[in-house]
């Protein structure tokens, strides 16, 4: 992992859009073949002796908490969710790696890393196609590449992203402008939390528009250049507002911290914009906090992780009352790391 | 001193009006005879062998920091300030008493005191006022009680007062009607800080309008009757709060905790907010902070104070940031007291 980038980098992640050649794509699938789709995924594992690495979820044997619980992790996406009748997935223990299975395509293997680390996670990903392949056969085209359920992710099925956290370029209104930049470098970068207005956490992410027409390693090295260019933009506001107006965001950064360690209820909403001003501090150098623990933190305080911790059905108040008790938790941990 | 309101009564004061019978009353006063005033009151001090205990600060002679850093403590009036060439005021190094000379009558005698305890405050004052008359002829006029520059002290010359801490009641927007049945019973109350609208940090002085057609006894006895039915009703809220809204509560209080500890810059109006919430969590066993140190805290936070402490001329956001750092050292204080 490149911890030099962590200031600003919250994450990367690579996945593989990948169809069996002879089962219907979505969303012709049936039941049935998507039933062939997950049987098939399981004896490549077993074929390779990885099976006992990972654990098999089916979101039709799962609750919401659950459900929800694996997409605040970006281990499952909200469209699997979405497929509860035929999604499921197998995330590997350590959680860096999971496969999705009848989401948009049959398969959507993906690979995650904390801080910059986008080759890892490629030589990861690559390394666990090469092995199914070995016992499957994915649908390909030697002029289109692979062949996907949205012509959109055809070619390399490949999209690279980086998740980053730009508080201060979304202070200073330059996200709007960053947008249009790196539309034209074919690359498209959207909040996490809260499309449409602000986005909330000031997490955005980064990632490859097209697919096709460009190789992977391009695709690799044009999200990371651009990454590169929006951490040196957020880096130089830091240091910037830090300089100039010091008072003013320890101000912000402390503030935050004390709301944090010290409500006893709070909305994932406000959460999330103390959130980001905790991870600011830590950049700066200013909290006792690890960076670590604040990005387990980011899942931790989401509404089912807490409802998860809580054991009960919790909603509302008592959900929001839950939350601060896992921040305090969190924050009051010596070495505030796992 | 009653410990067992200190919940609610902040501080008790009384204050006796006193002129000196052959010199011309205010506005009448002249440079010479504002002089003379003082030079009384020091002989009369010092016949008492008393000098000792007592420090003269005269108005002309300080600044407006070393000034208002005494009206913070209550132990001078901001009419004093006001009258800067002649004003002065013996205080007693105990800070429990003080003697305004040239302020609107020639002396204002104050007794102050933490908590409820007017009967002492009373008892303190009378045995100051019978010292010096041993030595002094004050305006008596046996019809019409001590005479006052201003008729409406005439009589006992005397205010007792309560100052109250009344959050509660102000949440529940109860204090106009508070307002209008104290006003029948012959007394008055406001805002401490910020009259007219919300009273800052919701403390408020209720005291007796009239000074005459009642005698001392029964002047103290109507303010703590009143300041009893006050707390009673505070009390009954508070109680409410923490049963039925717990967390509601909790997260006020703890909200304003975090915020007083861990803030960079604040201003004294918000700071005055959360001192409010502070005082009451102490109240409800809530805080790991003593009554007295909240109190103490309330004056040594204000510009004055903050001004005085930091040895150098601050205004604005330097002072906002310097409050913090006052703050904060207060409230880490190992055993929050003074």
């Given at each position: 992992?490149?911890?030099?980038?962590?200031?600003?980098?919250?994450?990367?992640?690579?996945?593989?859009?990948?169809?069996?050649?002879?089962?219907?794509?979505?969303?012709?699938?049936?039941?049935?073949?998507?039933?062939?789709?997950?049987?098939?995924?399981?004896?490549?594992?077993?074929?390779?002796?990885?099976?006992?690495?990972?654990?098999?979820?089916?979101?039709?044997?799962?609750?919401?908490?659950?459900?929800?619980?694996?997409?605040?992790?970006?281990?499952?996406?909200?469209?699997?969710?979405?497929?509860?009748?035929?999604?499921?997935?197998?995330?590997?223990?350590?959680?860096?790696?999971?496969?999705?299975?009848?989401?948009?395509?049959?398969?959507?293997?993906?690979?995650?890393?904390?801080?910059?680390?986008?080759?890892?996670?490629?030589?990861?990903?690559?390394?666990?196609?090469?092995?199914?392949?070995?016992?499957?056969?994915?649908?390909?085209?030697?002029?289109?590449?692979?062949?996907?359920?949205?012509?959109?992710?055809?070619?390399?099925?490949?999209?690279?992203s980086?998740m980053?956290?730009?508080?201060?370029?979304?202070?200073?209104?330059?996200m709007?402008?960053?947008n249009?930049?790196v539309?034209?470098?074919?690359l498209i970068i959207r909040g996490i939390y809260g499309e449409g207005?602000?986005a909330?956490?000031?997490l955005y992410q980064i990632s490859?528009?097209?697919?096709?027409?460009?190789?992977?390693?391009?695709?690799?090295?044009?999200?990371?250049?651009?990454?590169?260019?929006?951490?040196?933009?957020?880096?130089?506001?830091?240091?910037?507002?830090?300089?100039?107006?010091?008072?003013?965001?320890?101000?912000?950064?402390?503030?935050?911290?004390?709301?944090?360690?010290?409500?006893?209820?709070?909305?994932?909403?406000?959460?999330?914009?103390?959130?980001?001003?905790?991870?600011?501090?830590?950049?700066?150098?200013?909290?006792?906090?690890?960076?670590?623990?604040?990005?387990?933190?980011?899942?931790?305080?989401?509404?089912?992780?807490?409802?998860?911790?809580?054991?009960?059905?919790?909603?509302?108040?008592?959900?929001?009352?839950?939350?601060?008790?896992?921040?305090?938790?969190?924050?009051?941990?010596?070495?505030?790391?796992?």
């Amino acid at each position: 992992m490149n911890t030099s980038k962590r200031d600003v980098v919250v994450s990367s992640r690579i996945r593989l859009a990948r169809n069996y050649e002879d089962l219907p794509f979505s969303p012709g699938e049936t039941a049935r073949s998507a039933e062939s789709c997950s049987q098939r995924t399981l004896e490549a594992l077993s074929a390779e002796n990885a099976q006992a690495d990972y654990i098999l979820y089916r979101m039709n044997e799962m609750d919401d908490v659950e459900r929800y619980y694996l997409a605040e992790k970006h281990l499952i996406s909200f469209d699997l969710i979405r497929k509860s009748e035929t999604g499921s997935a197998y995330i590997r223990k350590d959680e860096q790696v999971s496969i999705m299975m009848n989401e948009e395509d049959h398969l959507r293997i993906q690979a995650i890393a904390a801080g910059e680390d986008l080759s890892n996670s490629a030589l990861m990903i690559y390394r666990i196609e090469d092995a199914l392949q070995k016992h499957v056969r994915f649908a390909f085209d030697t002029k289109l590449g692979y062949l996907t359920a949205c012509p959109t992710n055809a070619g390399t099925g490949m999209r690279a992203s980086l998740m980053l956290h730009l508080p201060m370029l979304t202070a200073d209104k330059q996200m709007g402008i960053v947008n249009q930049t790196v539309a034209k470098l074919g690359l498209i970068i959207r909040g996490i939390y809260g499309e449409g207005s602000e986005a909330l956490g000031h997490l955005y992410q980064i990632s490859n528009q097209a697919t096709l027409g460009r190789t992977e390693e391009e695709i690799i090295r044009a999200v990371l250049t651009v990454g590169d260019k929006l951490i040196d933009m957020e880096r130089a506001l830091r240091l910037k507002a830090h300089t100039m107006e010091p008072v003013k965001t320890e101000d912000q950064i402390f503030r935050s911290y004390g709301l944090l360690k010290y409500s006893r209820s709070m909305p994932q909403k406000e959460f999330l914009s103390h959130w980001s001003n905790l991870r600011l501090g830590i950049s700066l150098g200013r909290l006792p906090v690890t960076m670590d623990s604040a990005d387990i933190l980011l899942e931790d305080a989401q509404d089912a992780h807490v409802m998860k911790w809580a054991g009960s059905p919790v909603t509302g108040d008592r959900l929001d009352e839950r939350r601060c008790a896992r921040i305090r938790r969190h924050l009051s941990r010596r070495n505030n790391g796992r």
